[in-house]
């Protein structure tokens, strides 16, 4: 193989990483506003039952936020170790 053929492989695989944690990155955002924006309806419509839908959404937006953070750091690895 030659050393551009080296090169090149090499800085698509980061490539293919930093694309992974930009687009892990979006969905959470993406997720963790939907979550917000429909807590935020629900409570409008049941205001008694705020608290109820608060502490589902906080523990659902951190479910989204755990699984981004592994994707992220799955693909670290994947820019450092490889």
């Known amino acids: 193989m030659s050393t551009l053929m080296v090169i090149l492989e090499a800085a698509l695989g980061n490539l ?9 990155v979006v969905g959470a955002a993406l ?4 979550i ?7 409570i409008a419509r049941q205001p008694e039952a705020a ?3 608060r ?14 953070f592994f994707a ?3 693909c670290m690895l994947i820019l450092f170790m490889g």
């Open 55 to 68: 502490s589902n959404m906080i523990v659902a937006a951190a479910l989204i936020e755990g699984a981004a």
């Open 36 to 42: 917000g924006s429909a807590a935020m309806e629900a």
């Open 51 to 53: 608290g109820d839908i």
């Open 16 to 24: 293919g990483a930093a694309l992974g944690a930009a687009i892990t």
């Open 72 to 74: 992220i750091v799955v």
């Open 31 to 34: 997720g963790i506003g939907r």
